[in-house]
């Protein structure tokens, strides 16, 4: 692995276990046992290291919530989705956690975000308009818009909202779990039988992952 592409993933690591706010460029430096000037040949400064972790997560969104194509069993295409959520959050939980403060310090990659938010949430509407199809969501269009706002605030604040009620708050999987559980019972009323059903068994499927392990920052 590059040098560079070492300091991006040790960042990555340190900022999930610690906070982005505790870690210094010297930290990560020391993570990967090279020296600040290395560090510095690759990146002026820890923001520079943040826009370009901002830059994969960006990327692993879009490719996780793009529509699929063809026929795909409805089961299957519910958990894809359900899984790629706690994935993201879970890999990228440090820029959820503090997602505020971040883009505020940084104009430049508050507009990227929107602009990649934005792309998302078109995305977004058209997966659930296939969820129609599949006769999972009974909703008309005005409803379908206003479901994806509501699961993408959800998705968003979860962790921010976590971290806000209290200071002691450590971000762990079973935290991301029991988000993703109020996403389903958001959906749950809005869904057909069908949806319901397979809804009800993504959602035993949440209870039972394993939370043995516990992570955090």
Sequence with gaps: M?????????ALDLFNLDGERNVTTNHIAAHIEI????????????QEIVREIFAL???????????????????ALLKHYLDSIFNLMWKYRFFYANLPEILQRDPKLHDEYIEVQERLQGNLVNILRAFVE???????????KSLVTTLH????????????MSPKTKITEEVIQQGMLHMINVVK?????????QLSLLE??????????SRSF
Aim: hydrophobic residues 35%.
């Design 57 to 75: 997560y960006s990327q692993e969104l879009i490719e996780r919530f793009t529509p699929i194509q063809g026929q795909q069993e409805s089961l």
């Design 153 to 164: 605030m959800m998705a968003v604040g979860w962790l921010s909202y976590q971290s806000a």
């Design 189 to 197: 009323p809005l869904s057909t039988a069908k949806g319901r059903e």
């Design 134 to 144: 599949l006769d999972l969501l009974a909703i008309n269009e005005k409803e379908l």
């Design 204 to 213: 035993d499927g949440v209870k039972m992952m394993g939370t043995a392990e």
């Design 2 to 10: 590059k040098t560079r592409d070492k300091i991006v993933y040790a």
């Design 35 to 46: 020296s600040p000037g290395n560090l510095y040949y690759h990146f002026r400064n820890k």
